[in-house]
């Protein structure tokens, strides 16, 4: 008797054959983890190829890509893409470019609400009704989320129920799932065994399969036998189409083939890790981030400079009394940096991404370290675009508006700042070329106003000066010592910052 299963194996180039002109397709991963590269560099062979398939709406949730040419830079060519509506936007700069240059209608949600309507569509629901994303730059108030002119608007919007306001995202059609998994059994159904995240596949199988559409899954191989029900991820009769990877399509992030302590039990956390972060500008910062990070707590640290949280933390011991977890799914452990993000070695769990983001979406988080690219008077925070730079917001709307308590992490200026602690003392060697701290930032990815009104604790951390957010604006808590204060740090803001008593920042920090 034949296996179903190889009813629907088939080569990428076979599986991707089918895609018509406009169609709507959604490709599950993030960064690279769980990401189908397989299906996403056939897409684009048959397009330099054949010209086809073109006009096709793009939707994800998390960044895919290495910044370069792997994850969904494949699919960044004119012609081929019509309309993008996705989390984020700086791991795909291909795709970024074309919306910087309004060739492709571009729309900005945070990573939560997509992976959230995913199920709302799947369910047969008219759209995620959410408070997330209120008063930044997806408020209709503001750009509905719109990158460019060529974007029409109308795909959230503003709704009042029981006496508050909400936004009201709006569902829309689907007609490829794109996902990947570890195995397919003798059966066809899924599992994640060797993968560092579980993503949000089945939540695309559901709302492509229940959009009348086609689901393709990129596996590592195919079992003999039948998968123990608990494991499958992704159940049979919601795939279609079967893809067997090559070896160098399914590396487990972008950045190691294989690392088994992603998928390995959780083990107790402590110095473990001999490679000391170097007493730099990341580590102050880190180092003084990590001085709210207290026991008990379950935390989110951002990709970048947050990263190094995680370090500190572990050099400190204690990643056994607080609990990191990661938007992309790792509940526990310690969490990778780069082009590994989204992955966590050791991890006490792994959540689905979806749910993850229900939970930090409720308040669930005590902390979050995210980063810094620009900060105004009011405490609004720009992270997603600048200029013709295009990143995302990913999921920082999310967290930040839902935590706690909460830390931007990132130092005073950019662009070619060089420091160097001498006996304690900070010394500014040369500073960066741009200014973090100014009048109004270009795009509102966290608003100020909202979370005084939310009572929600702000910190500002930089290598030589910690701000607060309070009611009347940024206020000047702690400085570096061996920091001119008018002309290191005054000086470089765009506004003047609120000065009552200025402490030192803590010794430790420069040690």
């Known amino acids: 008797m034949m296996n179903p299963v190889s009813n629907k194996l088939c080569t990428a180039d076979e599986a991707v054959a089918n895609i018509a002109d406009g169609d709507w397709i959604v490709s599950g991963g993030f960064v690279g983890a769980a990401h189908p590269e397989a299906l996403t560099s056939a897409i684009e062979r048959r397009f ?22 792997r994850g969904l830079n494949h699919l960044g060519h004119e012609g081929l893409l019509k309309r993008v509506i996705v989390g984020h936007w700086g791991l795909a700069p291909k795709i970024g470019k074309l919306a910087i240059e309004n060739k492709i209608e571009a729309t900005n949600f945070p990573q939560g609400v997509i992976c959230q309507i995913l199920r709302d569509i799947a369910a047969g629901r008219p759209g995620c009704i959410t408070h997330v994303g209120l008063d930044t730059f997806i408020d209709p108030i503001h750009r509905s989320g719109r990158l460019n002119d060529r974007t029409p608007p109308g795909r959230v919007e503003r709704v009042e129920l029981n006496g508050r306001t909400w936004l009201f995202y709006h569902a829309f059609p689907l007609q490829v799932g794109l996902i990947r998994a570890t195995e397919a059994d003798c059966l066809g159904n899924l599992t994640m065994d060797e993968e560092a995240i579980i993503g949000e596949v089945l939540p695309i199988a559901q709302a492509v399969r229940n959009s009348g559409g086609t689901v393709i899954a990129q596996v590592k191989r ?35 083939a294989m690392n088994l302590d992603y998928v390995s039990p959780y083990t107790e956390m402590g110095r473990e890790n001999e490679d000391r972060m170097p007493l730099n500008a990341r580590r102050i910062i880190a180092a003084r981030a990590c001085d709210e990070l ?13 990263e190094g949280v995680a370090r500190i933390a572990e050099e400190r011991g204690l990643l056994q009394d607080v609990t990191l977890s990661l938007e992309s799914g790792p509940i526990g452990g310690r969490p990778a940096g780069g082009l590994s993000f989204g992955a966590s070695a050791f991890p006490q769990a792994i959540v689905d991404q979806p749910a993850q983001f229900d939970f930090y979406d409720g308040g669930g988080l005590d902390f979050a370290a995210l980063g810094l690219a620009q900060a105004d008077a009011s405490g609004n925070v720009n992270v997603s675009q600048f200029g013709t730079r295009l990143a995302g917001v990913g999921g920082f709307v999310n967290i930040s508006q839902n935590a706690r308590s909460l830390v931007f992490c990132g130092t005073f200026t950019s662009g070619g700042l060089e420091i160097e602690i001498v006996g304690g003392i900070l010394r500014i060697r040369k500073e960066g070329r741009a200014r973090k701290f100014v009048a109004a930032v270009e795009q509102i990815s966290f608003s100020g106003k909202r979370a005084i009104q939310n009572g929600q604790p702000v910190l500002f951390v930089t290598e030589r000066a910690v701000f607060r957010l309070t009611e009347a604006g940024l206020q000047l808590i702690e400085e570096a ?3 001119d204060r008018q002309k290191q740090i005054l000086d470089l803001m765009d506004f003047d910052p609120i000065i009552e008593s200025v402490a030192p920042m803590p010794p430790h920090l420069f040690e």
């Open 48 to 69: 330099e190829t054949a010209g086809q398939p073109r006009d096709l709406t793009l939707v994800y949730a998390a960044g895919q890509g290495d910044a370069k040419s």
């Open 222 to 256: 195919v079992s003999d036998s039948p998968a123990q029900p608990h494991r499958v991820a992704v159940p049979a009769g919601l795939v279609d189409r079967i893809v067997i990877s090559e070896y160098d399509e399914h590396d487990q992030t972008f950045s190691e």
């Open 294 to 306: 207290k026991p008990g707590m379950l935390a989110n640290l951002g990709i970048g400079m947050p």
């Open 481 to 483: 010592p061996g920091v």
